[in-house]
């Protein structure tokens, strides 16, 4: 228990400096101030269905489209896991991560996006499920990202950082999966064929 307290404190920690960090870095006005972070509707519109477009190609398993919502030099943050930068690296962990235990749901909830102009900033809460789809963990956790604007105007995950409210919960005994899989009949057993063999096949999607 004091190893999971320590392991929680220490991600919190990490999104404390991970926010210092955002906001000393904010871009110098031409009369050497700082450029507030505002309030600004169309580009809370565009953040907010990025991360829709987030969770929705995550649960669906579209490592491609997925990808296409980072920026070339993005880095992103999980809980409990080192940092990855990078989209090569960032596709590496998420693929490990989906071939561990899949997401059966996932959904967002922002709180806040501010933006300068060039940068925007995301606050907001998730709740996400793993496992078998009819059932499995559920957690729910936090996360703040950092979008950059693109030359042509559009909005890429630049920075992302999320850490979970309580230890995720571990994965069920080998004998307990096999338990509820004879309980569930074959088609249940087998739901999480088609990630593990896309995975290991490298294909653009993770589910079929």
Not at 71 to 92: Q, R
Request: proline share 7%; with cysteine.
């Amino acid at each position: 228990m004091r190893k999971k307290l320590t392991q929680v404190l220490g991600t919190c920690l990490v999104l404390v400096i991970f926010v210092a960090i955002v906001l000393s870095h904010q871009p110098v006005g031409p009369t050497g101030t700082k450029a507030a972070l505002l309030h600004d509707e169309t580009v809370s519109k565009s953040i907010r269905s990025i991360l829709s477009q987030y969770a929705t190609t995550m649960v669906g398993g579209n490592v491609k489209n997925w990808l296409a919502l980072w920026d070339d030099e993005a880095t992103w943050l999980p809980s409990g896991g080192p940092a990855s930068v990078g989209k090569a690296s960032i596709e590496h962990a998420f693929r490990a991560s989906m071939m561990q235990s899949p997401l059966a749901g996932m959904s967002i909830s922002v709180r806040d996006v501010r933006t300068d102009g060039a940068i925007a900033v995301a606050i907001g809460d998730f709740t996400e499920s793993r496992g078998f789809p009819s059932g499995g963990a559920h957690t729910e956790g936090k996360f703040l990202t950092v979008f950059r604007k693109q030359p042509d105007g559009t909005w890429r995950i630049f920075q992302s950082c999320f850490n979970f409210n309580t230890p995720p919960a571990p994965p069920p005994a080998p004998r307990d999966r096999a338990r509820r899989g004879r309980g569930r009949g074959p088609a249940a057993r087998g739901c999480r064929g088609p990630w593990i063999r896309a995975i290991r096949a490298g294909t653009d999607r993770l589910s079929a």
